[in-house]
């Protein structure tokens, strides 16, 4: 079992440490509001403590975590210095959210194998399904590139996927179907597509590529 650890139980942390344990994940949870620790102790390790000192992650255990979520967000001095404390202890994967470009720059600089911006993903997404109405739902896999579900855009439905060629004419790669059961009341079976595969008009695409791509697909 994978043992994630998350410095910062803001809203963003406190979401992801809830449903990391959900899913059956060990987490260890640090933050310097008693309360809030106390609240989290319910379904994850929670310690109170600071994590831009190096020795309270140490002796926290920080250093035997797998990954660990840098989600403090609105501090940047103390994001900064718990990733660099983290880097330190020698975590092998080190995820950090960052509020704006320079301070995932900052992030990336000092060591961050992996820098999120939840806030912005979030708004791009919801941005997403108001303006184009082929997007289900989408999401940011690294900067630039995303993941979307999206409806048949016009001109492919009744075509093979070799026919339609999205890749070739649009620069995105299909990764899988979504297709409605005969039973409108069970849910969509996901269909790993072949070339020979014909394109439902009801189906939904989940597609790769650059966001730009993907957007202007939508």
Known sequence: ??????VGAGRFGMALAESLANAGTEVLLIDRNRPAMQLAGEFATAL?????????????GFGECDVVVVAI?????????????????????????ATSE?????????????????????AHRLAMSIAN??????????EGYSIAEIAVPDGVRGQTLAEADLRKKRGVTVLC???ADVDPKKPRKVVI??????????????????????????
């Open 1 to 6: 079992m994978k043992r994630i650890g998350i």
């Open 48 to 60: 109170q403590g600071d994590a831009t000192q190096p020795h309270v992650l140490e002796e926290a």
């Open 73 to 97: 967000g609105s501090n940047m001095e103390a994001s900064v210095m718990a990733t660099a404390n983290c880097k330190e202890l020698g975590v092998p994967n080190v995820v950090a959210k």
């Open 102 to 122: 320079l301070h995932g720059k900052i992030l990336r600089r000092i060591g961050a194998d992996s820098v999120i911006y939840p806030d912005r993903d979030s």
């Open 133 to 142: 109405h082929n997007v289900v739902d989408s999401f940011a896999v690294s």
């Open 177 to 179: 179907i979504r297709r």
């Open 193 to 218: 597509p072949q070339a020979e595969d014909v394109i439902q008009g009801d189906d939904r695409l989940i597609v790769f590529g650059e966001t730009k791509k993907l957007d202007s697909l939508s």
